[in-house]
């Protein structure tokens, strides 16, 4: 894990101001895209992310960078994979989850990188709203600022690949 921690960093660690999802502002960004524009990057962190999954029926991937994540974790698993809008679309099938169903079906919600977790909330209240359990999100980071303790509140628990001190940890 080690390894990966160091690749990921190196992969996609930048410094500068950044404004995140939540309106925080940080000297550091993990982007992301960075390692999921790799492919063999990107497959090693689903394969960490693989072995926390619970016992489940779908994945769902987070618009937009927990969706190759999800892609590439239903190719490993065979599971199917759903993708969740941010919001549902006010045309067509009006749905926020694209893919396939999730009535009575036992969710495990799959995102890139968790800062407060606030965009994840609105989406897990989406897909419980669609009739989802969802109980489990796997991350491939969570930056460890918040993330982890308001999923909780929510009946979410959060399993991360990488933590923010693991991706640090090598420096």
């Given at each position: 894990?080690?390894?990966?921690?160091?690749?990921v960093?190196d992969?996609?660690?930048l410094?500068?101001t950044?404004?995140l999802?939540?309106g925080?502002?940080?000297?550091?960004?993990?982007?992301?895209?960075?390692?999921?524009?790799?492919?063999a990057?990107?497959?090693?962190?689903?394969?960490?992310?693989?072995?926390?999954?619970?016992?489940?029926?779908?994945?769902?991937?987070?618009?937009?960078?927990?969706i190759?994540i999800?892609?590439?974790?239903?190719?490993?698993?065979?599971?199917?994979?759903?993708?969740?809008?941010?919001q549902?679309?006010?045309?067509?099938?009006?749905?926020?989850?694209?893919?396939?169903?999730?009535?009575g079906?036992?969710?495990?919600?799959?995102?890139?990188?968790?800062?407060?977790?606030?965009?994840?909330?609105?989406?897990?209240?989406?897909?419980?709203?669609?009739?989802?359990?969802?109980d489990?999100?796997?991350?491939?980071?969570?930056?460890?600022?918040?993330?982890?303790?308001n999923?909780?509140?929510?009946?979410?628990?959060?399993?991360?690949?990488?933590?923010?001190?693991?991706?640090e940890a090598h420096l």
């Amino acid at each position: 894990m080690i390894d990966l921690a160091r690749r990921v960093y190196d992969a996609c660690h930048l410094t500068g101001t950044f404004t995140l999802r939540s309106g925080q502002t940080s000297a550091e960004y993990f982007d992301k895209y960075l390692f999921e524009g790799q492919p063999a990057l990107l497959r090693d962190v689903a394969e960490a992310m693989v072995t926390l999954l619970p016992e489940g029926d779908v994945l769902a991937g987070m618009e937009l960078g927990g969706i190759p994540i999800a892609t590439v974790m239903s190719q490993l698993t065979g599971l199917p994979a759903v993708f969740v809008r941010k919001q549902a679309k006010a045309y067509g099938t009006m749905k926020a989850a694209e893919g396939g169903p999730v009535r009575g079906l036992r969710v495990t919600v799959i995102e890139d990188v968790v800062t407060t977790g606030g965009a994840l909330l609105a989406s897990c209240a989406l897909l419980r709203s669609e009739g989802a359990v969802v109980d489990t999100v796997v991350c491939s980071i969570d930056r460890e600022q918040g993330g982890r303790e308001n999923l909780a509140a929510e009946g979410l628990e959060l399993r991360a690949a990488l933590t923010r001190t693991d991706l640090e940890a090598h420096l």
